[in-house]
């Protein structure tokens, strides 16, 4: 678990980890900031949204909730339509979803209209958006691939930098059904993105070749549920689902705990600038340090290791009780944040591989849903009840941190790191020194097989000319005697073709 996985896509092409693979990856950092943006970006019109429709804060991150819900909980039918119709259609029609939803949600007339359209709609047009969007990126990076994974996965801090200002913005000029409105024309460059997803295709085959593959290839799997058969993918599942338990909570709330502390709008909006401008600077470099060659194999535990920052973090965080210290809280959760954002799919690629990974990023994004689904709501319905922001980050703090306990410590427990393999040239080079050794052993073999004497020694001479001909014809001597100077040239060493040196006398 954890180890490198050599990536050379469905169609047997090697990632090229690089060329068009740029342009992909710069697709993939758009869409996957829109993604993880939204539903923190949304929340600066929770407030006028509680006014409008007279509703509480759980009511209100609801909206949030189901966004999530439905990025991670489609994620089987995005698995699915990917494999049916590959990763460029379903981005581009799911980006004319995600634009619909927030257009059709700036006329709501209550707080289900927004539920149904910005949840359900933009949330599933996103969700058919993110998905592709990474298995094209892993289809083309394999050596680079943590590298490309934490550019990729910037995306989310920088969208986040724009969108939250933007948003306050546009709600102070357009109010929030203007805000919608243009949020939703924005959304519409998730079909550009789609756009860029050339597939990878393998070079054409001689007319020879292709006459000599008569056999059909399989249908692929529309949904591979032997990836449930990996025990390291059941260990990642299991962790993934108690850690989006209490991931998001901290970014959708750190807004409304400004405000009650008594700032402003605009200052309490900054805070998540503050943590999406360090975020930006945490993922690329989280993303080098994974690929170094020391660190790629335990990948997995710098991912447990992020997951016990960030819920160390959230629970130091639920004791700041001014504006400064919210400050610093969002520095460190940013630095946090952004390690799990760039490690949590590249740990999942290096476990299932290429040929999988569509349909294990489905399955873990459905199993995570249901923990999206209950997270922030619960700890709006926390803060309902105990008007406190200490309790919710610090039941976020000890749900992150206990997920990357159960990842770390299951991982060493349960999971056999295989011995690694030599490479294909060094396996070959073995194998043909032991076929010669085997050569040059069998003549003593024979020598014993046939009772000894001089007849043995004859034949096991006889047999050693016999296997040095295949590089050159020796004519046999008709007797075993020989003369000093050949005794002398037969002392000289003998290279053999494979670099293995043979002294005929020991040989003998």
Same mark, same amino acid.
């Given at each position: 678990?954890?180890?490198?996985?050599?990536?050379?896509?469905?169609?047997?092409?090697?990632? #090229?980890?690089? +060329?068009?693979?740029?342009?992909?990856?710069?697709?993939?950092?758009?869409?996957?900031?829109?993604?993880?943006?939204?539903?923190?970006?949304?929340?600066?019109?929770?407030?006028?949204?509680?006014?409008?429709?007279?509703?509480?804060?759980?009511?209100?991150?609801?909206?949030?909730?189901?966004?999530?819900?439905? @990025?991670?909980?489609?994620?089987?039918?995005?698995? *699915?339509?990917?494999?049916?119709? $590959?990763?460029?259609?379903?981005?581009?029609?799911?980006?004319?979803? =995600?634009?619909?939803?927030?257009?059709?949600?700036?006329?709501?007339?209550?707080?289900?209209?927004?539920?149904?359209?910005?949840?359900?709609?933009? +949330?599933?047009?996103?969700?058919?958006?993110?998905?592709?969007?990474?298995?094209? @990126?892993?289809?083309?990076?394999?050596?680079?691939?943590?590298?490309?994974?934490?550019?990729?996965?910037?995306?989310? #801090?920088?969208?986040?930098?724009?969108?939250?200002?933007?948003?306050?913005?546009?709600?102070?000029?357009?109010?929030?059904?203007?805000?919608?409105?243009?949020?939703?024309?924005?959304?519409?460059?998730?079909? !550009?993105?789609?756009?860029?997803?050339?597939?990878?295709?393998?070079?054409?085959?001689?007319?020879?070749?292709?006459?000599?593959?008569?056999?059909?290839?399989?249908?692929?799997?529309?949904?591979?549920?032997?990836?449930?058969?990996?025990? +390291?993918?059941?260990?990642?599942?299991?962790?993934?689902?108690?850690?989006?338990? +209490?991931?998001?909570?901290? #970014?959708?709330?750190?807004?409304?705990?400004?405000?009650?502390?008594?700032?402003?709008?605009?200052?309490?909006?900054?805070?998540?600038? *503050?943590?999406?401008?360090?975020?930006?600077?945490?993922?690329?470099?989280?993303?080098?340090? =994974?690929? @170094?060659?020391?660190?790629?194999?335990?990948?997995?535990?710098?991912?447990?290791?992020?997951? *016990?920052?960030?819920?160390?973090?959230?629970?130091?965080?639920?004791?700041?009780?001014?504006?400064?210290?919210?400050? =610093?809280?969002?520095?460190?959760?940013? *630095?946090?944040?952004?390690?799990?954002?760039?490690?949590?799919?590249?740990?999942?690629? !290096?476990?299932?591989?290429?040929?999988?990974?569509?349909?294990?990023?489905?399955?873990?994004?459905?199993?995570?849903?249901?923990?999206?689904?209950?997270?922030?709501? $619960?700890?709006?319905?926390?803060?309902?009840?105990?008007?406190?922001?200490?309790?919710?980050?610090?039941?976020?703090?000890?749900?992150?941190?206990?997920? =990357?306990?159960?990842?770390?410590?299951?991982?060493?427990?349960?999971?056999?790191?295989? #011995?690694?393999?030599?490479?294909?040239?060094?396996?070959?080079?073995?194998?043909?020194?032991?076929?010669?050794?085997?050569?040059?052993?069998?003549?003593?073999?024979?020598?014993?097989?046939?009772?000894?004497?001089?007849?043995?020694?004859?034949?096991?001479?006889?047999?050693?000319?016999?296997?040095?001909?295949?590089?050159?014809?020796?004519?046999?001597?008709?007797?075993?005697?020989?003369?000093?100077?050949?005794?002398?040239? !037969?002392?000289?060493?003998?290279?053999?073709?494979?670099?293995?040196?043979?002294?005929?006398?020991?040989?003998?």
């Amino acid at each position: 678990m954890g180890g490198a996985v050599v990536d050379t896509g469905d169609s047997g092409v090697k990632a #090229p980890d690089g +060329g068009w693979g740029w342009a992909v990856l710069f697709g993939c950092f758009i869409i996957t900031g829109f993604s993880y943006a939204f539903p923190k970006a949304v929340s600066v019109f929770f407030k006028e949204l509680i006014r409008e429709f007279g509703v509480g804060y759980s009511d209100t991150a609801w909206i949030s909730s189901i966004l999530l819900a439905m @990025l991670y909980g489609s994620g089987p039918i995005c698995s *699915i339509l990917v494999n049916r119709f $590959g990763c460029r259609p379903v981005m581009m029609v799911g980006g004319l979803f =995600a634009s619909l939803g927030m257009i059709l949600a700036s006329f709501a007339t209550n707080i289900i209209h927004i539920y149904l359209s910005t949840g359900v709609i933009t +949330g599933l047009g996103l969700a058919l958006n993110f998905q592709p969007s990474l298995i094209m @990126l892993n289809r083309y990076f394999s050596e680079k691939r943590p590298l490309a994974n934490g550019l990729a996965a910037a995306g989310s #801090p920088v969208a986040l930098c724009c969108l939250s200002p933007l948003g306050q913005v546009l709600q102070y000029k357009y109010g929030w059904r203007g805000g919608f409105l243009i949020l939703g024309g924005i959304l519409l460059n998730c079909c !550009a993105c789609g756009a860029l997803m050339r597939p990878l295709t393998a070079p054409k085959k001689t007319s020879e070749v292709e006459e000599k593959e008569t056999k059909p290839k399989p249908k692929p799997k529309l949904l591979d549920f032997t990836v449930f058969r990996d025990r +390291g993918f059941l260990i990642y599942t299991v962790a993934a689902a108690i850690m989006v338990l +209490g991931l998001f909570v901290p #970014p959708v709330f750190v807004v409304s705990y400004a405000k009650e502390l008594g700032n402003e709008d605009t200052k309490s909006a900054l805070l998540l600038t *503050i943590l999406g401008f360090v975020d930006i600077f945490a993922r690329p470099t989280c993303g080098i340090i =994974a690929g @170094l060659k020391w660190v790629r194999p335990r990948c997995v535990y710098l991912f447990s290791f992020a997951m *016990i920052f960030n819920g160390i973090t959230d629970i130091i965080g639920s004791m700041a009780k001014d504006y400064p210290s919210l400050v =610093a809280f969002c520095i460190f959760f940013g *630095i946090s944040y952004g390690m799990v954002g760039a490690l949590q799919f590249e740990v999942l690629m !290096a476990i299932v591989g290429t040929e999988k990974f569509s349909s294990a990023i489905g399955l873990v994004l459905l199993v995570e849903a249901f923990a999206v689904l209950v997270g922030p709501p $619960g700890a709006g319905r926390l803060l309902d009840a105990t008007k406190n922001y200490m309790f919710v980050f610090l039941l976020a703090g000890c749900e992150v941190v206990l997920s =990357a306990l159960v990842l770390a410590i299951c991982n060493m427990l349960f999971i056999k790191r295989k #011995p690694e393999q030599p490479d294909p040239p060094a396996k070959m080079e073995m194998a043909v020194i032991d076929t010669e050794m085997e050569e040059l052993n069998k003549a003593p073999k024979n020598d014993q097989d046939n009772g000894g004497g001089e007849n043995g020694k004859k034949q096991a001479i006889e047999h050693e000319a016999t296997t040095k001909s295949d590089h050159k014809k020796v004519e046999e001597p008709e007797s075993i005697g020989v003369d000093s100077i050949e005794l002398e040239n !037969a002392s000289k060493n003998v290279t053999e073709p494979k670099g293995v040196v043979v002294e005929p006398e020991s040989s003998l």
